[in-house]
């Protein structure tokens, strides 16, 4: 039977490759509700989708931060029945916390954390009714790790993860499974998006030293880790097409295995000491650093890779 699959944010980047990959599955298991906030944007998707579209990919308009577009969305569907919810719409947020107005933090998490209470309320009292159901939810390795300048976005992803961890245990004696997509980079619109409010962003709301260590040290740091970590949103969707085949899938899922050990360190330290220092010493010293602490990234994860085996 087919499976139908509820996917947010798919006018681009992951959304829009997930739910492609999903409708042009080989095996044609799944129904792809794609959705977007504003279906005028659905041009880059119906190209991609092909021949798909109409027939294992319909699109719909919702908006995680309306209540009701969620429910009309999810009450047009045949028996309100959604088999796996796929919540990825969200948005990034950089820059010195002085710099930014309490407003745009407040849109942050309205889109990030409470779109995903939205959709999470509206599709799993279902889910409990038939005792089945998915729900994959894209938060970051910045869900686990924050990261300088990424104070906000990092903390509405802590609060996805706060959540799902939580509800996690109920859905287990639901028989409902949940799975947290953890990405490093992935090069998208975010990343030109976030970029493009860094530089016309009004820094006279910090200190020079602030807004110095955030234009010269931060954001050629970041470029450089897009463009040598970066993953492709396709990538990412093939790896959401295995968490969701699988019989069993995780609760957790890296999609880029260079940053375990990054966060491995996390755990590895309850004084919190070990990650700081690590992140300290790649960002400011990352000229030196930075090449030689992806070589260390890439020998701590065969070590890991090894001793798992
Ligand atoms: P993107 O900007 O291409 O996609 C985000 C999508 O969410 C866009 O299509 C946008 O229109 C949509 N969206 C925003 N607000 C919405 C709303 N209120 N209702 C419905 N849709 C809305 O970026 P992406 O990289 O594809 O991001 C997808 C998810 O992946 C996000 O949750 C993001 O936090 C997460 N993520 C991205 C990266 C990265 O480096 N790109 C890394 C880790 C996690």
Do not use: W, Y
């Given at each position: 039977a087919t499976r139908r699959v509820l996917v947010t944010g798919c006018s681009s980047g992951i959304g829009l490759a997930v739910a492609v990959r999903l409708a042009k599955d080989e095996l044609q298991r799944f129904k792809v509700v794609a959705t977007m906030r504003d279906v005028e944007k659905r041009a880059a998707l119906e190209t991609a989708a092909g021949e798909t579209l109409g027939r294992s990919l319909e699109i719909h308009q919702l908006d995680v931060c309306c209540e009701d577009s969620i429910r009309e969305c999810v009450n047009s569907l045949p028996g309100r029945r959604l088999d796996i919810l796929v919540s990825n719409a969200g948005m990034g947020m950089i820059g010195p916390l002085e710099c930014q107005s309490v407003k745009c933090m407040q849109d942050v998490f309205n889109t990030n954390?409470?779109?995903?209470?939205?959709?999470?309320?509206?599709?799993?009292?279902?889910?409990?009714?038939?005792?089945?159901?998915?729900?994959?939810v894209m938060s970051s390795v910045m869900g686990i790790q924050g990261l300088l300048f990424n104070d906000v976005y990092a903390a509405s992803k802590f609060a996805v993860e706060g959540l799902c961890e939580s509800l996690a245990v109920q859905a287990m004696t639901f028989n409902i499974k949940m799975t947290l997509v953890e990405p490093g980079p992935v090069l998208t619109e975010f990343e030109r998006k976030v970029y493009e409010d860094a530089q016309n962003m009004d820094l006279s709301g910090t200190d020079d030293e602030t807004a110095r260590i955030f234009r010269e040290i931060y954001l050629p740091y970041s470029g450089k880790v897009f463009s040598s970590l970066g993953q492709r949103p396709e990538e990412v969707a093939e790896q959401i097409l295995e968490l969701i085949v699988s019989k069993d899938p995780p609760f957790r899922h890296q999609t880029n295995r260079l940053y375990t050990p990054m966060t491995a360190m996390k755990h590895a330290d309850p004084t919190g000491r070990l990650p700081l220092d690590a992140f300290y010493r790649i960002i400011f010293q990352h000229d030196r650093l930075f090449n030689a602490s992806l070589g260390f990234m890439r020998f701590l994860q065969k070590r890991m890779t090894k001793s798992k085996v």
């Open positions: 954390f409470f779109g995903l209470v939205r959709l999470v309320k509206e599709v799993l009292p279902d889910m409990k009714r038939r005792q089945s159901g998915h729900i994959v």
